[in-house]
């Protein structure tokens, strides 16, 4: 359970780190490295939350359902 809680505490940590990604450089297509990095964590996001959940149901399912 404490590595589904990693997974969903990655996408808060690099979003809050702002200073990190104020940015115009690199361009991708155009649009400014902070446009495009924060689209990526669109699906980043997406993918993290479904393994946090992948992990918290086989965590269940090995503990016969209890809490």
């Not at 404490?2 to 505490?9: D, Q």
């Not at 809050?16 to 690199?26: G, R, S």
């Not at 155009?30 to 149901?57: E, H, K, N």
């Amino acid at each position: 359970m404490i590595a589904a809680g990693v997974l969903l505490v990655i996408p808060i940590v690099a979003l809050m780190a702002v200073p990190t990604y104020t940015k115009v450089e690199p361009e991708l297509f155009g649009f400014p490295f902070f446009f495009w990095y924060q689209f990526l964590w669109v699906f980043l996001c997406s993918a993290l939350t479904y393994g946090a959940y992948r992990l918290t149901l086989a965590a269940r399912k090995n503990n016969g359902g209890k809490r």
